[in-house]
C-alpha cells in the first residue's frame, strides 16, 4: 500500500492497526475525530486486509454504521468491489472463493427476526467493522458475543473509551487535528450577561428554580450580546431544551427585525425542510443563526459557521467536541471559530486545545475594515530567463559529472555515439550544458555545435558539417587583437598546407629566389663581359636555326614513341581507381579528414579530442532523420575521424523509434496480420538504437518533487531570499485543506433507541460529497481617490513574488503529469502575465482585484494548469461564451471542484486567460 496519499496521522492509525492485526490482535479500537478521514483510514485497511485475505482463506466482511446515510456513503467508496447492502444480495458460496461485504446500518438490526437472519445469511464473518458506534450499546456488546471468533475493528469519535475493544492502539485528539491543520483553531470567549434578577449562567435556566420571566429576560440579555459578537456572521446555537430553542429563535428574529433571520431545526412547522434549511445557511444570506438542540440534526458539515454559542452545559468531553466539529472546517478567510460559552464550560475546551479570548477586537457592525497590503499579490516584473541561467537541479550536477567521465574514458570506436533520450523540453540541452562545463576544465576537449534541422539534406548536411567544424578551429580565442588575429592566419596556413602540400610553395619560392638572384647577378656579368657578349651575339645569330631545327625534331619523336611507353609504365604500375566519382560527399569527408588531422595531429591523438553535440535531431522530418543519424555513423567510420572525435546525440527517443519504423516500414507491411508484429517491429527498432549508440542516458519523467526543485530555482530571482518549506509540508497542508471540504460523516444517535422522536428523517437525502468553496468576489471602490481601500486594491506597484504566492505555485505544479523544465517555465511566465493583465483591468474597471488574494490566486493557478492540460480544442472560449450567457450573479468555476465566484469575476478571468493561454 503507497501511504503517501494519506496524511501522517492517517498513516500512523492504519500502520497501528495492520500490526495490531498481524500480532493477532481481535479486538481493535482507534478514536479520531469526524472529519479527520477516519472512514478513509478504515476502508484503507480493509481493502489491505481483504488484499491478503483473498490469498489466503477468504470471508465474509461485515460493516456496520450508524446511519442508512453512512451505510450508502461506505458503499459508494466501496464501488466497484463485492459490497451488497441487503442480506438477500449476499451469494451463497460453498467454496468461499471470494469476500463479499456487507453493509448495514445497524438500526436495521434491533428487531430480533433481522438478527436472527443475519447469523444465518452469514454465520462467520472474518471481520467486523464499527464506524462511530458507542461501545455502550447492547448491540454492539452483543455482536461481540455472537462472532467472538471474527476480528472486530472499532472507529470511533469518542475521546473516551470503555476499554471493551481494549486499549485504541490510535488515539488522534481535537488538539493534535487542529495543529495539524485539519481545523481552525477555537477561541474560547465567556459570555458576560449583566442582568438584575441573578441568573450567571444558561445553565440555571432549565432549574425549577428559574420563573418564565427570569429565562425571558436572560435570553434577550443572552441574544444582545451574541448579536454584536457575531456581527452578521454564520452561528450555531446549542440549546438544552426544545422549548428554549425555540425561544431564542423568536428573540433572535424579533431583535434583528427578520422572519428568516435564526432559524431552529426542531420542529417541522417550517415550511422548508431540515435539508432545505441546512443548503441556504450554507450557501445563502439568510438564515444567519441555527439553533438546535444537539448536533444530530445538522446531519453535514457548516464550514461557513464562525461561530458557535454554547447554552447546553455538559460534562462529557465527546459531545463538546461534536458540536464543536461540523464549524471547525477551514472556510476561505476564516481564521478561527469562535465559542461563546454561556454555561461555563471553559475548562473542557482548553482541554480540547481551544484558546481564552480576553479582549474584544471585533469591529463594530457597519465599519469598512481596510485590508492589509499583505493580503494582496502586487504586481511582478516578468523576467524571461535563459536557461543557462537557471541553477541546475534534479540531479543534474551527479548526471553530468557521470557523463563528462564516460565521454573522457570513451575508447575510439568506430561508428559508435553516445545518446541523450528525453521529451522536448525535458533538459537536454541544459544536461549538455553541465556536462562541457565540466569537461571544459579538463582542457582535453574542443566543443563543437551541430544543429541538424538547419540542413537535412545528405549532401548539405555534410557540408553544414565542415563548416561547423572548421568555425571552431579558426575561431579567434583570446581578447589580444593581434594574437586571435594571427592565431587564424596561422590555423589556416596549416589547413592549407595539409590540404595542397608544399610543393606548389617549393615552386613558388624557387621561381621568386631564382628571379632575385638574376637580377643581382646580371649587373656584375653585364660590365665585365660586355666585350665577349658583342661576339657571342654573333655566334648566337648563326645558332638559333640549328636550334629550332633540333627542337623540332626531338619534339616529333617524342609524341610518336613517349606516349607509348608511359602508358605502358602505368598500366603495370598504378592503382585503378574512381574517386573521382564519388560526389560531393567524398570530397567533404575527405577535406574533413584533413581538418581533423591539422587540428589534431598524429601527436596528439588521445590527448585531445573534439566533443560534437548534435542537437535538434528531433525537429527535422522522419525521413530525414535517419539519414542525418547514419551520415554521422558513417562519418565516424573512417578511424582518422573516431580517434579525434566524439559525438553525443540528444533526441526525443519517441521521434527517432517512428522514424526507424518508417524506415522499416515496407519490410514489415507482409507481415501485419501476424501476432508477433508489433512485438517484431519493436524488436527492430531497439537493435537499431542499439546500433546507433553504445551508450546512452534517458532524462525521465519529472516527479513531484524533481519538479519542484526546478520550479524553486526559477524563481529564486523573484522572491525574498528566504528559505522555502519543504514541498511535503505544503502538499500535506493542501491535502488538509481538501480533506477539511470533504462532507462529515453522521455524528453518532443514541442508538439503543432507533425511534425519532422528531417523527421525520432528517437525513432524507445525501449531502454534497465537497464543501462548496465560495472565492472572495469584487467590488466597486469608492469614489474618492483618497480612499485607503483604494489605495490598496489598485496598486501597480512591482514588487518581486511573496513567499505565499510562490508556495501557491509550487502546489499548483504538482497538479501537472510528469512535466518537463520547459512546460514549467511556460505556465510560470502564464501566471504572471495573467495577474499582471488582470491588475490592470480591474484597475481600469475601479473595482477591488481579488484575483490577486491568497484562496483566488490559488484558484487562479489551479485553472492556467487545468487549461494548459486540457485536451480539448477551444475549451476554454467555450466555457467562456458560457459564462457570459448565464444570468447568474454567482458562478461555478469549471475545472476547479466545487468553487463559486461572482460572474464578473469569473468572466474577468476568463477573458485574461484566453488571451494568455494561446494554445
Not at 101 to 106: G, M, P, Q, R
Not at 277 to 303: F, G, Q, W
Not at 681 to 694: A, G, P, R, T, Y
Request: hydrophobic share 40%; charged share 25%; glycine share 4%.
Amino acid at each position: 500500500m503507497d501511504l503517501h496519499q494519506f496524511s501522517p496521522s492517517q498513516q500512523e492509525a492504519i500502520s497501528n492497526v495492520l500490526g495490531a492485526l498481524q500480532r493477532g490482535q481481535k479486538k481493535v479500537a482507534i478514536s479520531m475525530p469526524v472529519g479527520t478521514g477516519k472512514i478513509t483510514v478504515m476502508l484503507a485497511i480493509l481493502q489491505e486486509y481483504l488484499k491478503f485475505q483473498n490469498e489466503a482463506t477468504p470471508g465474509h466482511v461485515l460493516v456496520l454504521t450508524g446511519s442508512k446515510l453512512l451505510q450508502m456513503q461506505i458503499a459508494e467508496r466501496l464501488h466497484p468491489g463485492p459490497v451488497v447492502l441487503e442480506l438477500s444480495d449476499l451469494v451463497e458460496q460453498d467454496d468461499h472463493s471470494a469476500s463479499q461485504i456487507l453493509v448495514l446500518n445497524i438500526q436495521w438490526l434491533y428487531r430480533d427476526r433481522n438478527m436472527a437472519a443475519l447469523r444465518t445469511a452469514m454465520p462467520s464473518p472474518t471481520l467486523i467493522l464499527y464506524d462511530s458506534l458507542p461501545s455502550a450499546s447492547p448491540l454492539v456488546k452483543q455482536m461481540l458475543a455472537q462472532y467472538e471468533n471474527a476480528i472486530h475493528l472499532q472507529a470511533t469519535n469518542d475521546t473516551e473509551l470503555d476499554g471493551l475493544f481494549g486499549d485504541p492502539v490510535f488515539i488522534y485528539a481535537l488538539r493534535k487535528a487542529i495543529e495539524d491543520k485539519f481545523f481552525v483553531p477555537i477561541h474560547v470567549k465567556k459570555a458576560a450577561i449583566t442582568n438584575s434578577l441573578g441568573i450567571e449562567s444558561a445553565a440555571e435556566l432549565t432549574s425549577h428554580s428559574a420563573s418564565a420571566k427570569e429565562v425571558q429576560a436572560y435570553l434577550e440579555s443572552a441574544v444582545s450580546f451574541l448579536l454584536k459578537e457575531i456581527n452578521g456572521e454564520k452561528t450555531i446555537v446549542y440549546c438544552p431544551t426544545i422549548s428554549l430553542t425555540e425561544d431564542l429563535k423568536s428573540i433572535i428574529n424579533q431583535q434583528v427585525g427578520k422572519a428568516h433571520y435564526a432559524v431552529s431545526m426542531t420542529t417541522t412547522a417550517n415550511a422548508k425542510t431540515p435539508s432545505d434549511e441546512l443548503r441556504a445557511y450554507k450557501s445563502e444570506a439568510e438564515p444567519v443563526i441555527i439553533c438546535t438542540v444537539s448536533l444530530n440534526p445538522l446531519a453535514a458539515d457548516l464550514p461557513c459557521t464562525r461561530h458557535v454559542a454554547v447554552f447546553h452545559k455538559t460534562d462529557d468531553i465527546s459531545v463538546v467536541q461534536s458540536m464543536l466539529i461540523p464549524a471547525l472546517r477551514p472556510f476561505p478567510d476564516k481564521q478561527h471559530l469562535q465559542v461563546l460559552d454561556f454555561v461555563g464550560m471553559h475548562d473542557l475546551f482548553r482541554e480540547l486545545g481551544a484558546e481564552e479570548e480576553t479582549a474584544d477586537e471585533k469591529p463594530d457592525a457597519g465599519v469598512q475594515s481596510v485590508p492589509s497590503e499583505d493580503e494582496y499579490f502586487t504586481k511582478s516584473v516578468i523576467h524571461f530567463r535563459d536557461k543557462k541561467d537557471i541553477e541546475g537541479v534534479m540531479g543534474v550536477n551527479e548526471l553530468s559529472a557521470e557523463l563528462a567521465e564516460i565521454i573522457q574514458i570513451m575508447p575510439p570506436e568506430q561508428g559508435s555515439m553516445i545518446g541523450i533520450f528525453g521529451k522536448w523540453g525535458r533538459g537536454k540541452s541544459f544536461l549538455l550544458e553541465e556536462t562541457w562545463k565540466k569537461l571544459k576544465t579538463t582542457e582535453r576537449f574542443e566543443r563543437v555545435d551541430f544543429h541538424a534541422w538547419k540542413f537535412q539534406d545528405t549532401p548539405a548536411s555534410w557540408a553544414y558539417l565542415y563548416e561547423c567544424l572548421a568555425d571552431v578551429y579558426l575561431e579567434p580565442i583570446g581578447w589580444f587583437w593581434p594574437w586571435t588575429k594571427l592565431r587564424h592566419v596561422w590555423r589556416q596556413a596549416l589547413l592549407n598546407f595539409k590540404r595542397k602540400g608544399v610543393l606548389p610553395l617549393i615552386k613558388f619560392l624557387t621561381i621568386v629566389s631564382a628571379g632575385i638572384i638574376g637580377i643581382l647577378l646580371s649587373q656584375n656579368l653585364l660590365g665585365t663581359y660586355e666585350m665577349q657578349l658583342q661576339g657571342g651575339l654573333k655566334w648566337i645569330g648563326l645558332s638559333f636555326p640549328v636550334l629550332v631545327f633540333l627542337y623540332t625534331l626531338l619534339t616529333t619523336m617524342k609524341k610518336e614513341y613517349s606516349v607509348k611507353a608511359k602508358d605502358l609504365f602505368l598500366k603495370y604500375s598504378t592503382r585503378h581507381s574512381y574517386k573521382e566519382h564519388l560526389g560531393l560527399q567524398a570530397e567533404i569527408q575527405k577535406e574533413t579528414i584533413k581538418l581533423l588531422k591539422t587540428w589534431i595531429p598524429k601527436r596528439k591523438v588521445g590527448k585531445k579530442k573534439i566533443l560534437l553535440l548534435v542537437e535538434d535531431l528531433d525537429r527535422c522530418q522522419e525521413a530525414k532523420i535517419i539519414q542525418i543519424i547514419d551520415s554521422l555513423r558513417v562519418l565516424l567510420e573512417e578511424p582518422q575521424i573516431a580517434q579525434r572525435i566524439i559525438i553525443v546525440t540528444a533526441v526525443d527517443e519517441r521521434i527517432l523509434k517512428m522514424a526507424i519504423k518508417l524506415k522499416y516500414q515496407s519490410l514489415v507491411d507482409l507481415d501485419k496480420q501476424d501476432a508477433n508484429y508489433e512485438k517484431n517491429i519493436n524488436l527492430i527498432v531497439k537493435e537499431h538504437i542499439d546500433k546507433l549508440f553504445i551508450s546512452g542516458l534517458k532524462l525521465g519523467p519529472l516527479s513531484a518533487f524533481e519538479a519542484d526543485d526546478f520550479f524553486s530555482a526559477l524563481t529564486k530571482q523573484d522572491r525574498p531570499s528566504k528559505p522555502l518549506k519543504a514541498l511535503a509540508v505544503l502538499l500535506m497542508q493542501e491535502q488538509v485543506r481538501n480533506f477539511a471540504r470533504y462532507s462529515q460523516e453522521i455524528q453518532q444517535n443514541t442508538y439503543d433507541d432507533p425511534g425519532d422522536p422528531q417523527g421525520y428523517d432528517y437525513y432524507d437525502e445525501p449531502e454534497p460529497d465537497y464543501a462548496i468553496d465560495y472565492l472572495d468576489n469584487s467590488d466597486l471602490l469608492p469614489e474618492s481617490t483618497e480612499s485607503p481601500t483604494e489605495r490598496v486594491f489598485i496598486d501597480l506597484r512591482i514588487d518581486s513574488l511573496s513567499i505565499d504566492e510562490i508556495d501557491i505555485l509550487r502546489v499548483s505544479v504538482t497538479k501537472f503529469t510528469a512535466p518537463t523544465p520547459r512546460q514549467l517555465r511556460i505556465f510560470y511566465y502564464r501566471y504572471l502575465i495573467a495577474k499582471n493583465l488582470l491588475i490592470r483591468r480591474y484597475a481600469q474597471l475601479h473595482r477591488n482585484n481579488v484575483w490577486q488574494k491568497k484562496n483566488n490566486c490559488r484558484t487562479l493557478a489551479d485553472l492556467i494548469v487545468a487549461y494548459t492540460l486540457h485536451e480539448k480544442e477551444n475549451v476554454l472560449t467555450e466555457h467562456l461564451d458560457i459564462a457570459l450567457k448565464d444570468d447568474s450573479d454567482f458562478q461555478y468555476v469549471k475545472l476547479v471542484r466545487e468553487t463559486v465566484v461572482a460572474k464578473i469575476d469569473y468572466c474577468e478571468v476568463l477573458k485574461v486567460l484566453s488571451i494568455v493561454i494561446a494554445y
